[in-house]
């Protein structure tokens, strides 16, 4: 069973940092691509960022570049999101989840962890 | 960048009604297009891939059609279990982009 857990979220201050974590399982890690999508409590879907099997190619959308990193540990079954210079309008549910498939097209997300809420404010 | 563009954003239906859902690409995307279901407090669970393929696990009474720009998501019978709201996805190219998403209510 394929199983995403993330962990990190919390309450950060503007301008903050923050580290999330996505502890995978129950399928070959290294094998597929991995992505970050958010929610805003009441909003819709925001694709965040994704990482290639390898970790080579790594995409990010315009209002998180330069701010968010995103990184995996194949060693480790694990996808990580560093977040800084954190704004108000970060605040939401953060979602990792792997392809649906390892095909290099595969980009949209099968499996989604449950998510870990990111909160940012004073 | 492209553009998703769901509707309705919201629909009324009862148990057993058809409901149709629709998303247009501002370009052609092929047919690099996945549907989500998402239920309150849950995370999306993916629905359909590459416009009309089934995920699997998931009832046949979704349906995807659909490609270039204009995309169509169906439930042939609507069940208790399928009220929750929807979105689209494309994966043609970076930014990936999710449609706003539409909320199907008890009628």
């Known amino acids: 069973e394929v199983q995403l857990l993330e962990s990190g979220g919390g309450l950060v201050q503007p301008g903050g940092s923050l580290r999330l974590s996505c502890a995978a399982s129950g399928f070959t890690f290294s094998s597929y691509a991995l992505s970050w999508v958010r929610q805003a409590p009441g909003k819709g879907l925001e694709w965040v960022s994704s990482?290639?099997?390898?970790?080579?190619?790594?995409y990010y959308t315009d209002s998180v570049k330069g701010r968010f990193t995103i990184s995996r540990d194949n060693s480790k079954n694990t996808l990580y999101l560093l977040m800084s210079s954190l704004r108000a309008e970060d605040t939401a549910f953060y979602y990792c989840a792997n392809a649906y498939c390892i095909n290099i097209t595969c980009w949209s997300p099968g499996h989604w962890g449950q998510g870990t809420l990111v909160t940012v404010s004073s | 960048d492209i553009q998703m563009t769901q509707s309705p954003s919201s629909v009324s239906a009862s148990v057993g009604d058809r409901v149709t859902i629709t998303c247009r690409a501002s370009q052609g995307i092929s047919n690099w297009l996945a549907w989500y279901q998402q239920k309150p407090g849950k995370a999306p669970k993916l629905l359909i891939y590459?416009?009309?393929s089934l995920q699997s696990g998931v009832p046949s009474r979704f349906s995807g059609s659909g490609s270039g720009t204009d995309f169509t998501l169906t439930i042939s019978s609507l069940q208790p279990e399928d009220f929750a709201s929807y979105y689209c996805l494309h994966y043609h190219s970076f930014p990936l982009t999710f449609g706003g998403g539409t909320k199907v209510e008890i009628k």
């Open positions: 590459t416009a009309s």
């Open positions: 990482i290639s099997p390898s970790g080579v190619g790594i």
